[in-house]
């Protein structure tokens, strides 16, 4: 019996090779009781969905982890992880940048208004050059929970570029600065990217400007107020127009391209600058995984994620799998914290079924702090059904032949 185990991270509870550790353990547990002529091969492989747990989906496919000092959101030195197999390298924007590494959000707090216009994504930058000192020249950029709202002008910083006001100062970090941006100096521009090619892994379609951008959908989340998120579009208009001035049209043309507005705008200059190519981050993680390839003879794929509903059959991880397990005939349950999805639901998104910790727990509070040992009980539950069903099997294939 071949089980793929093929999760995403339960957010707040455990990340995705975690999910995968307690379900094995579960499925082990009585399996050699219940199947004894029967062995069980369990292949983990953690997937994500270009955001946070990207790079653990790389790590989990043979990529190794690199850590590089950078500068974090508000400019305290933190150490990012990133990693690289080969010439190839995944950078998870939320270890540098990410909203999560805000002092007051480590804190258990909220981020405000000065983290909001202040927060830069200079560390995202600093981690891109620490993967090309890696020999890196194909980079993929998970973005997803970013703290700052600079349209990747901070990202051009770390790598080389100096955003200059009308006195030749350079201006401090932060979206809310570049109202004051008057050039952008290219002249020690890191030379390696010439050869260099980004992904750009995201599933946001915003633009930068306007009521769908950066500023207006995302800002709030990161403390900006109804005035900061004016300011913050200004700003943002302010640093594509100097844009323009210095490498042409293609930054006018990327502001409104789909991804430019996501992770604070850093989508807008990949995309402007680094000539970055947008895909679905479940696509790109899929492919570094290589998922395709690994379910073949695959007798079950287990996914799943913290919290399985409507949203999540827009393209989340859960999906992305399902999809690439239909594509072999090969059968998908679900493992979730919670689910909103009724059967008619789940068995139209590809799910023979749907395992929830709510089944078990009916205390959600609980279920959050004991979400390991619980998967655990649903790995045993779904490996005796499995062992039944092939008892049944082979009993009826028996009685055939008699």
């Given amino acids: ?137 194909r980079i993929i950029l998970g973005v997803g929970g970013s703290a700052n709202t600079d349209g990747g002008a901070g990202l051009l910083q770390g790598l080389g570029a100096r955003l200059l006001d009308s006195r030749n100062n350079e201006l401090p970090p932060g979206g809310a600065a570049l109202a004051n941006l008057h050039s952008i100096d290219f002249t020690d521009f890191e030379p390696r990217l010439v050869d260099t090619r980004f992904v750009l892994a995201s599933d946001v379609d915003n633009p930068l400007l306007g009521a769908q951008g950066a500023a207006a959908v995302f800002g709030p989340q990161k403390g900006a107020t109804h005035q900061d998120v004016g300011m913050l579009d200004a700003a943002l208009a302010r640093f594509v127009e100097v844009l323009a001035r210095e490498i042409g049209f293609r930054a006018v043309k990327a502001a409104e391209a789909p991804g430019a507005g996501a992770a604070g705008g850093v989508g807008y200059a990949a995309i402007a600058v680094l000539a970055a190519t947008r895909r679905p981050g479940i696509d790109v993680v899929l492919e570094f995984t290589g998922l395709a390839d690994r379910l073949a003879g695959a007798d079950l794929v287990i996914t799943g994620e913290g919290s399985l509903d409507e949203q999540s059959l827009l393209g989340k991880t859960p999906m992305g799998v399902a999809r690439a397990a239909a594509a072999q005939g090969v059968p998908v349950i679900a493992v979730c914290g919670r689910t909103t999805l009724d059967q008619g639901q789940a068995e139209a998104a590809g799910f023979e079924d749907i395992h929830a910790l709510t089944a078990l727990e009916t205390d959600v509070n609980r279920c959050i702090a004991e979400a390991g040992p619980l998967l655990e009980q649903l790995g045993t539950q779904i490996s005796a059904e499995l062992a039944a069903d092939r008892t049944a099997a082979a009993s009826t294939k028996e009685d055939l032949r008699v």
């Fill in 1 to 137: 019996m071949r089980i793929v185990i093929a999760p995403d991270k339960f957010k707040g509870s455990l990340s995705a090779p975690e999910v995968c550790r307690h379900l094995e353990t579960g499925l082990r547990a009585k399996w050699a009781a219940a199947a004894a002529n029967n062995p069980l091969d369990v292949v983990r492989i953690p997937v994500a969905d270009g955001g946070e747990g990207t790079l653990d989906a790389a790590v989990g496919s043979g990529f190794t982890r690199r850590t590089a000092t950078v500068s974090g959101p508000t400019g305290q030195p933190v150490e990012a992880e990133f990693a690289v197999r080969g010439h190839e390298a995944v950078i998870e924007m939320a270890a540098a940048s990410g909203l999560a590494l805000v002092p007051s959000v480590r804190k258990g707090g909220r981020p405000d208004s000065t983290d909001a216009t202040a927060a830069s994504s200079l560390g995202t930058g600093q981690l891109i050059r620490a993967a090309l000192d890696a020999g890196s020249r």
